[in-house]
C-alpha cells in the first residue's frame, strides 16, 4: 500500500540488484535441503498456492509452461515487473527511470537462479529457450523502464563469473570490483 507521497519519489540513485532472479525463477536443483522431492515439472503446484506464495522462490516462481498460472496466483514478480497492471504500474516504471544506474550483477556459476540470465532480465520461453533482455516484451515495450535506462547508458549488465550463489555478499573480489565503483 501507498501512502501520500509517490513511490518514484525516492531518494535512491543507485541501485545494485545481486544475483537476483529479476525475470523469476524456474529451477529446483537447489531445493532439495528444503524439498527433496520437488521436480520443477510439479513445483507450480506449490509455489501457485497460497502457502507457497509465501515462500521466497514463490514469489519468484515463474514456470515458462505455466503463464497463465504464474499470472494468476503470483502475488510479487509479475507485478513488480508490470507484467500484470495494477494501481502501481506507473510508480514502478516511474521510480526505476528515476534511477541514476540500475545495476544487474549475475554470473554463470551462480548455481542457484536458473536460468542464470534471469539476473539480467532474460528469460525461458516455453522451449526453454532464453530469451535475453532486449528481445522480450518487457523491454521493447517498456513496461517497468528498462529501454528507457537503457537508451540513457543508466542499465548497466554485468556477468561475474566464479561466483557462487551464497558467496556474493561476502566476496571481497565482488564487492571491490563491481559493487565499490558503482557508490563512488
Not at 528481445?135 to 557462487?164: M, N, Q
Amino acid at each position: 500500500m501507498l501512502n501520500s507521497r509517490s513511490m518514484h519519489e525516492h531518494n535512491v540513485r543507485t541501485f545494485i540488484s545481486l544475483s537476483s532472479p529479476q525475470a523469476g525463477q524456474y529451477g529446483t536443483s537447489f531445493l532439495h535441503l528444503i524439498f527433496p522431492d520437488l521436480a520443477a515439472k510439479t513445483a507450480y503446484e506449490l509455489f501457485y498456492s497460497k502457502i507457497g506464495q509465501h515462500t521466497s522462490v514463490g514469489n519468484y516462481w515463474n514456470d515458462p509452461h505455466k503463464p497463465d498460472m504464474y499470472l494468476k496466483f503470483s502475488v510479487f514478480l509479475p507485478y513488480i515487473n508490470n507484467e500484470i497492471i495494477s494501481g502501481n504500474s506507473t510508480d514502478f516504471n516511474a521510480a526505476l527511470t528515476s534511477l541514476d544506474k540500475f545495476i544487474l550483477i549475475g554470473g554463470p556459476n551462480d548455481g542457484m537462479i536458473i536460468p542464470l540470465q534471469s539476473n539480467h532480465f532474460g528469460y525461458y520461453n516455453d522451449s526453454l529457450d532464453v530469451i535475453p533482455l532486449n528481445e522480450r516484451k518487457i523491454y521493447a515495450s517498456d513496461d517497468i523502464g528498462l529501454k528507457t535506462l537503457a537508451d540513457h547508458g543508466k542499465l548497466i549488465i554485468i556477468v561475474k563469473p566464479f561466483v557462487h550463489h551464497l558467496t556474493w555478499h561476502p566476496n571481497k573480489r565482488v564487492i571491490n570490483e563491481v559493487i565499490l565503483p558503482y557508490l563512488i
